[in-house]
C-alpha cells in the first residue's frame, strides 16, 4: 500500500473515530497519523485535545449536565491552549483543520467554566472561516464543530442572561443542519450535539417567551420547536427513531422540550395570533387556521405519547401533576377550538365532534395514570356534554361529586388539604355547570335532580366564608387557617358566588314550572327571585350579568310583574355596545335577540302593541344591514335570470356569509320565534288575513336559517312542504284603507269576497297589505282605536279569549308630538278574586301610569324607537313587588353600575360577563333533524291558525296537513331509533317536544278548526284523540272540557240517531216525531226536577242552581228512571250529562295544577264555568278574579316562547 494509501486510510479512521464517539481508539490514530502524515500536526493536535476534554469530563458525577464546568485540575489548559495556538497560527492548507482547532481551543474554555474566554476565541461563522471552501463537500466532523461552535457561543450569552442575542446565534446556525436534514444518517456524535443544539434552543426559546423577552407574535417564534419535530422525523425516516428519556448525561427529558412546543403553540392558539410562518411549508390548499390546528394535533400526540409511556400508575401517596397540567392544557385549546370563533372548515375532517371524540380518548387514557383525579371527571362531564352523551356526562359527574364531598368532609376533619382535590370554587361551578345543563337539555326528571342539586349547592354556599366583595374599596378580612397555617377554605370570588346564586335560581324556576305540587309553586317562585337577586348583588354579586337578568325578567313576567320585568329588560338593552374586534361577530347583538322578544311580550302585555311589534324590529335592526345577519343571498326568493344564477354560482365562494350561517340552532330558533310573534302581533293589530298573507316570511326565513326541508313521501302530486298554500300565497284581497276597521268590518270579509290568482307550478307571493312598519302613518290619521284581541298561535281557545278579552288602546294621535307613541291603560280599579285555597285576598296588580317611552317628533316615523330615552331614571328606581307575596324589593341593578360621562349617564353591563358556563353541544345529525322538523311543525301550526282564524279552513287543513306529514316522518324514525336515547314520549336530551306530543298539537288544531266549522262532535273526537297521545295536552284538555261542559248545560245537543233525509230540492227533514218535540219542549216551562249541583265525589249542595239546568227527556207516558227510544230522544240522559260535567272538571283541575296549566288563562275560565255549572259561584268568582288577573300580565304569546332553553339564556 502506498504512503498515500496509508495516510488517507489513517485519517478516515481517525474521522470515524472522533464520529463515532470511540475515543479510546484516537490516541493510536494520532500516533499514526503524525507518523504518515506531518502536515497534519492542526489535526492531530486537535484530536490530543479532544480527547483530554472527553477524559476529563468523564471524571463528572453520572447526573451532572454537559454545561458543567471541568476542574481545573482534571484538564492542564495551561499546556493545551499554547499547542493548540500553535498550531491554528502554523496551519495555512487545510482550513477545515484550522476551523476545528479554533472551536476546540473554546471548547477547552468552556468546559473548565472561563466563559468569557470561551466566547472570545470561539470562531464566528463556518462560512466566514472556510472562505472559498464547498460546503458540500465538507467532512462530517466540521458539521459537528459548526454545531458545537453555535451551542457553546449561545450558551456562554445564556449565562450573562443575553438569551435573545443567545437565540441569534441559534438562528443563524440553523444552517448547519442542512446536512441533517438531507436524509443521510449522522453518526454518533452529529446526533449528539444536534440534538444537544436543538434542545438548547427550545429550552432558551421558552425561557424567553416565559420571561417576555420574545413574542409569540413573531413569525420565527416556533422555529426552534419547528426544527426539533423535524429531528425527530427524519431519525425516524433514517432508521433510528428517537424515543423517550433523556438524550444524552444530564439534559432536560425529551418530553420536556415537546410540552414547552406544546405550550407555545397553544399560546398562539389562545391568545389568537397570527399563525407563525418561519420554518415551515404554507400551502394555500390549507388555511392558516388548518394548519395550527394539525399542527398543534402532531405536537399533542408527541408530547402525549412520551409522557404516558414514562409515567407509572401512582402509589397511593403520589400525584401525577404533570398529566394533570397536560389534561388542563388540552382543555383551554379544546374551549377554543370548540367555541364559537372557530368553525367547521377549520378544523379539518370530522369537525368539532371529532375534535371532542380525540379529547375523550385523551381523558380516557389520562385517566390510566391517574387516580380518582377530579380534574378529568370534571373534564369528562364537560366533554360528554358537547357530544351530547348526557348520561355519560352525568355518570362522570356523579362520580366527581362524590369523590369531592368524601375528599372535602376528610380534609375538614384531618385539618390536611390534599392537592388532588378541586378548590371549593371550582366544585362550586362545576355543579352550577350540571344545574345549567339539566335545566336546559332535561325535562321532568332532570329538574327534579336540578332541584336537589340546588339545594346541596345552597348549603354549600352557606357553610363557605363570605365571598370577596367586588369594591376594592372594602375592608376585606384574613381567610381562616388551621394550627399549620394552611388556609382550608379560601374565599370565593364574587363571579362564582354570582354563578351559584344563578344555578340555584335557575333550578328553582324551573323546578316550579315543572312541579305537580300546586301548594308549592309560588314559593319556589319567591325563592328563585330572592336567588336571582343575590346573583345580581352589587356588593358581592354580578349586578351586570345578561344571563341572570334574562332570566330574572322571564320569571318577573311570569309573576305578572310587569314594571320590574321592564326595567330589567331595559337595564340589559342599554349595555353600551363593544367596538373594536370585539364586534367583529356581533356577539352582542346575536346574545340579546332573547332580551328583545321578552321585550316585546312584556309590551303586548302592557297593551303597547305598536311598541311591542317595533321591539321585535328591534331585534333584527340592531344589526344595521340586513346583508350582516343573512349575507348576500336573496332572502325573498324573487325571480332571477338564469345568467344571473350561473354568475352567483360562480361567485359564490367569494359571497360574504351571514351571521346566520354561523349560528347554532338554539340561536336560529330564536330568531324563528321572534318572526312568529311579530305576526302574532301583526294578527293583532291588522286581522289575522293580513297575517296570512305575511306568514309566507315566516316559511322563508325557516329555508335561510334552517334550509328546506323535503319530506320523504309516495311519489304522488302533492304540494311541496315549504309551499303556501294557494289561498294565502295567490289570493289579492280587497282591505279597507285603513286598519282600525271595527270589528263587524273585519268579521264581515270572507273567503267568497277574494279573487284567486293561480299560474301553472307557481305562484306569487304577495306583499302585506299593511304590517306594523306603516301603523305610525295611519295613526296619525285614525279617527278610532283597533280592538285588540289576544290569542295563542295554536288556537288554543281562540275564539273564546277574543270573546272575553279585547281591549282599547287609548288616545287620539291629534297631536303630532304624540306621534307613534300609545298610552298605557288606565290603572285597574275593579276589585280582585280572594285565593281560591281560603287565603288571603290578593292586593290590586300595580300598574305604572307613566309614560315609558319619548314621543318622537315629526319625520322619525322611519327611525329607530328609542325605547329608552325617557325611561333612564326609571331604571334605577327600586320597584316592589305586589300581590302581598312578601317578596324583597327589587333594587335594580342599573343604580350600583351608574356612572357619569360627559355629563350623560351611562348603563355598562357586562354582556355575558363569565365564561359560556356550558360548552357548544353537537348533537348527532338525525337528532338535529328532529328538532328542525319540529321547529317546522310548530310553524304550520301557528298558519294553521292563522287560516282558521281567517276563515279559511280548506287552506287551514292543508297547512295541519303539512304538520301531520312532519310528525308521520318523526313517528317513523322514533320507531326505527334502536339506540333507545328517543321513543314516541320521550324527545331525549335536548329535544323539544315529543312525537305524542306533537300528535297533541295537531289533532288539538284540527279540533279547533272543527268547531269552527260548526262541527263540535268531530272537534270532540281529536280533541279526545289528542288526549289520547299527550293526556296533559293543555289546548286540547280547555277544547275538550268546553264541549263537555256545552253538552251538560244542553247548549250543545246530541245528533240525531236517525239521520236526515234530503229532500230532491234540497231541504233536510227530520223523521223524529213532531209530537215529541213539542212534548219536549213544553217541558222547558213546566216544574223541572233538581240535579246535583256539584261534582260527584264533593259534598253540598245548592238549590237555587238547579233552575238552570232544564231537563228535556221527560214524556208524558215515560217515568223519570225511563230512557225513550233513541229515535225519539232529544236529550242525553242525566247521569251521561253528569259524567261529562265531572269529567270536564276533573281534566281541568288536574290541568292547572300542572306547570303547563298554572298559569293558562283559558284553562282557569273553563275552571270557572265548572264550577258555576256545579252550583259553586263562590269558587267560580275566585277563579274569575284569577282569570282577570292573569289576562292582564299575559303578552301576546306564551312566556316560554322567549328562550328554547327554559329560563338559560
Known amino acids: ?179 441533517v436534514w438531507s436524509g443521510q444518517k449522522g453518526r454518533k456524535q452529529l446526533r449528539f450535539w444536534a440534538e444537544l443544539f436543538l434542545t438548547e434552543f427550545c429550552m432558551l426559546q421558552a425561557q424567553a417567551l416565559e420571561r417576555g423577552e420574545k413574542s409569540l407574535e413573531d413569525p420565527n417564534s416556533l422555529a426552534p420547536f419547528r426544527s426539533w419535530a423535524k429531528y425527530w422525523e427524519v431519525s425516524k425516516a433514517q432508521g433510528s427513531p428517537l424515543t423517550g428519556g433523556y438524550g444524552f448525561r444530564g439534559a432536560v427529558p425529551r418530553r420536556r422540550v415537546w410540552n414547552e412546543y406544546y405550550a407555545a403553540i397553544s399560546g398562539i392558539l389562545q391568545q389568537d395570533l397570527p399563525f407563525p410562518t418561519g420554518l415551515v411549508d404554507v400551502t394555500n390548499e390549507a388555511s392558516a387556521r388548518n394548519q395550527l390546528r394539525a399542527e398543534l394535533k402532531k405536537v399533542e400526540i408527541a408530547y402525549e405519547g412520551l409522557l404516558l409511556s414514562e409515567t407509572s400508575f401512582p402509589r397511593a401517596d403520589e400525584q401525577r401533576q404533570e398529566i394533570e397540567d397536560f389534561v388542563a392544557a388540552v382543555m383551554r385549546n379544546w374551549s377554543v377550538l370548540n367555541g364559537r370563533d372557530w368553525h367547521e372548515q377549520d378544523l379539518g375532517p370530522g369537525g368539532k365532534e371529532g375534535l371532542s371524540r380525540g379529547i375523550l380518548d385523551i381523558l380516557y387514557r389520562a385517566a390510566t395514570k391517574t387516580f380518582h383525579s377530579t380534574a378529568i371527571l370534571r373534564y369528562l362531564f364537560t366533554v360528554h356534554i358537547a357530544v351530547a352523551e348526557f348520561d355519560l356526562a352525568f355518570h362522570a359527574f356523579d362520580s366527581y361529586l362524590e369523590i369531592v364531598k368524601k375528599g372535602k368532609a376528610r380534609v375538614d376533619k384531618t385539618g390536611h388539604p390534599e392537592p388532588s382535590l378541586d378548590d371549593d370554587a371550582t366544585v362550586l361551578e362545576t355543579i352550577s355547570q350540571a344545574i345549567t345543563a339539566l335545566c336546559k337539555y332535561g325535562f321532568h326528571e332532570a329538574a327534579e335532580r336540578a332541584h336537589n342539586l340546588g339545594i346541596e349547592l345552597e348549603g354549600m354556599l352557606q357553610k363557605l366564608p363570605a365571598p370577596l366583595p367586588n369594591s376594592q374599596d372594602n375592608i376585606t378580612t384574613l381567610d381562616e387557617e388551621d394550627g399549620d397555617g394552611v388556609i382550608l377554605h379560601p374565599r370565593i370570588s364574587s363571579r362564582v358566588y354570582a354563578l351559584s346564586w344563578q344555578a340555584i335560581g335557575i333550578s328553582q324556576a324551573q323546578w316550579s314550572r315543572t312541579t305537580f305540587d300546586a301548594s308549592v309553586r309560588t314559593e319556589t317562585q319567591t325563592k328563585a327571585i330572592r336567588s336571582f337577586q343575590k346573583s345580581l348583588s352589587p356588593d358581592n354579586g354580578n349586578p351586570t350579568d345578561v344571563r341572570t337578568l334574562f332570566t330574572l325578567g322571564l320569571l318577573l313576567a311570569e309573576q305578572r310583574e310587569l314594571t320590574a320585568a321592564i326595567d330589567i329588560v331595559k337595564a340589559a338593552l342599554m349595555s353600551n355596545k363593544k367596538t373594536g374586534n370585539e364586534s367583529g361577530s356581533y356577539w352582542r347583538e346575536r346574545s340579546l335577540i332573547p332580551l328583545w322578544h321578552l321585550l316585546a311580550l312584556l309590551l303586548s302585555a302592557r297593551q303597547d302593541f305598536i311598541m311591542a311589534a317595533r321591539a321585535c324590529e328591534g331585534a333584527f335592526e340592531q344589526f344595521d344591514d340586513p346583508t350582516v345577519l343573512f349575507g348576500s343571498q336573496n332572502l325573498q326568493g324573487t325571480f332571477r335570470s338564469e345568467h344571473l344564477n350561473e354568475a352567483e354560482a360562480r361567485n359564490e365562494k367569494n359571497q360574504a356569509k351571514g351571521l346566520v350561517d354561523e349560528m347554532d340552532d338554539l340561536e336560529k330558533e330564536g330568531m324563528i320565534e321572534v318572526k312568529m310573534t311579530q305576526l302574532a302581533l301583526l294578527e293583532l293589530l291588522e286581522g289575522s288575513e293580513v297575517a296570512v298573507n305575511a306568514s309566507h316570511e315566516l316559511l322563508v326565513l325557516y329555508t335561510r336559517l334552517f334550509g328546506g326541508f323535503q319530506q320523504k313521501a309516495p311519489a304522488t302530486t302533492q304540494k311541496s312542504t315549504m309551499e303556501v298554500p294557494k289561498s294565502s300565497a295567490g289570493t289579492i284581497r280587497t282591505l279597507r284603507g285603513s286598519f282600525f276597521g271595527n270589528k263587524t268590518d273585519r268579521s264581515s270579509r270572507n273567503v267568497g269576497n277574494t279573487t284567486t290568482v293561480e299560474s301553472g307550478k307557481s305562484t306569487v307571493l304577495p306583499e302585506r297589505p299593511q304590517t306594523a312598519q306603516t301603523v305610525a302613518s295611519i295613526a296619525t290619521t285614525a279617527t278610532t282605536a283597533p280592538t285588540i284581541h289576544v290569542t295563542r298561535e295554536n288556537s288554543e281557545a281562540g275564539d273564546a279569549r277574543r270573546s272575553r278579552r279585547s281591549s282599547s288602546v287609548r288616545g287620539r294621535r291629534s297631536d303630532s308630538m304624540r306621534r307613534n307613541s300609545l298610552k298605557k291603560r288606565e290603572p285597574s280599579a275593579q276589585p280582585r278574586r280572594t285565593s281560591s285555597t281560603g287565603g288571603v285576598p290578593r292586593a290590586p296588580t300595580i300598574v305604572d301610569g307613566e309614560d315609558y317611552f319619548t314621543p318622537m317628533a315629526d319625520g322619525a316615523s322611519q327611525e329607530r324607537v328609542d325605547f329608552f330615552a325617557s325611561s333612564r331614571n326609571d331604571i334605577s328606581r327600586q320597584q316592589s313587588f305586589s300581590k302581598g307575596r312578601g317578596l324583597l324589593r327589587f333594587d335594580s341593578t342599573a343604580s350600583s353600575t351608574r356612572g357619569s360621562t360627559n355629563g350623560s349617564d351611562s348603563l355598562v353591563l357586562d354582556l355575558l360577563s363569565s365564561p359560556n358556563p356550558l360548552p357548544v353541544v353537537q348533537f348527532p345529525s338525525d337528532q338535529v333533524k328532529r328538532q328542525r322538523q319540529t321547529v317546522l311543525v310548530k310553524i304550520w301550526l301557528m298558519i294553521a291558525a292563522f287560516y282558521r282564524r281567517a276563515k279559511m279552513y280548506s287552506d287551514a287543513k292543508s297547512a295541519i296537513e303539512e304538520a301531520k306529514k312532519l310528525v308521520d316522518g318523526l313517528e317513523a324514525e322514533a320507531t326505527k331509533d334502536t339506540s333507545g336515547s328517543t321513543s314516541l314520549r320521550d324527545p331525549g336530551w335536548g329535544g323539544k317536544k315529543s312525537v305524542e306530543e306533537l300528535w297533541g298539537d295537531v289533532h288539538s288544531e284540527l279540533g279547533y278548526l272543527a268547531i269552527s266549522e260548526g262541527a263540535p262532535y268531530v272537534a270532540r273526537d281529536y280533541f279526545e284523540e289528542a288526549l289520547m297521545h299527550y293526556p296533559d295536552h293543555p289546548s286540547a284538555t280547555v277544547g275538550l272540557s268546553n264541549i263537555l261542559l256545552d253538552i251538560y248545560s244542553e247548549a250543545l245537543l246530541p245528533p240525531p240517531a236517525i239521520p236526515s233525509i234530503i229532500l230532491p230540492d234540497g231541504q233536510a227533514t227530520n223523521i223524529i216525531p213532531t209530537s215529541t218535540k213539542s212534548q219536549a219542549s213544553s217541558h222547558k216551562i213546566g216544574n223541572i226536577p233538581a240535579l246535583p249541583s256539584v261534582p260527584l265525589g264533593l259534598g253540598g249542595n245548592s238549590p237555587q242552581s238547579s233552575k238552570k239546568h232544564p231537563t228535556f227527556h221527560e214524556t208524558d207516558d215515560l217515568s223519570a228512571e225511563e230512557l225513550p227510544p233513541p229515535y225519539k230522544a232529544v236529550s242525553l240522559p242525566l247521569v251521561d250529562r253528569l259524567a261529562a260535567r265531572d269529567r270536564a272538571y276533573g281534566l281541568l283541575s288536574g290541568l292547572t295544577k300542572l306547570g303547563t296549566g298554572w298559569n293558562y288563562s283559558d284553562a282557569w275560565f273553563a275552571l270557572a264555568r265548572a264550577h258555576e255549572e256545579s252550583g259553586q259561584p263562590d269558587k267560580a268568582k275566585d277563579v274569575l278574579w284569577w282569570c282577570v288577573e292573569l289576562e292582564e300580565g299575559m303578552g301576546a304569546r306564551e312566556w316560554n316562547c322567549v328562550s328554547a332553553n327554559g329560563y338559560v339564556l
Not at 117 to 139: F, H, K, M, R, W
Open 1 to 179: 500500500m502506498s504512503k498515500s494509501a496509508k495516510v488517507a486510510q489513517y485519517l478516515a479512521r481517525l474521522e470515524d473515530a472522533r464520529c463515532e464517539g470511540k475515543w479510546d481508539d484516537v490516541p493510536e490514530l494520532v500516533r499514526k497519523v503524525r507518523k504518515h502524515a506531518t502536515d497534519r500536526l492542526c489535526l492531530t493536535t486537535t484530536a490530543e485535545t479532544e480527547y483530554a476534554i472527553i477524559k476529563a469530563s468523564q471524571k463528572q458525577k453520572p447526573g451532572s449536565r454537559p454545561s458543567t464546568a471541568v476542574d481545573s485540575k482534571d484538564l492542564d489548559t495551561e499546556q493545551l491552549v499554547p499547542r493548540l495556538l500553535g498550531a491554528i497560527d502554523a496551519e495555512t492548507t487545510y482550513l477545515e483543520d484550522k476551523y476545528q482547532a479554533q472551536v476546540c481551543v473554546g471548547w477547552v474554555h468552556w468546559t473548565v467554566g472561563d466563559y468569557s474566554q470561551a466566547a472570545a476565541q470561539l470562531p464566528q461563522s463556518l462560512e466566514n472561516e472556510l472562505g472559498q471552501v464547498e460546503l458540500s463537500s465538507i467532512s462530517e466532523w466540521t458539521r459537528v464543530c459548526s454545531l458545537k461552535a453555535a451551542y457553546l457561543k449561545a450558551n456562554c450569552l445564556a449565562r450573562n442572561n443575553e438569551r435573545v442575542a443567545a437565540l441569534a446565534i441559534f438562528e443563524s446556525a440553523l444552517a448547519s443542519l442542512s446536512y
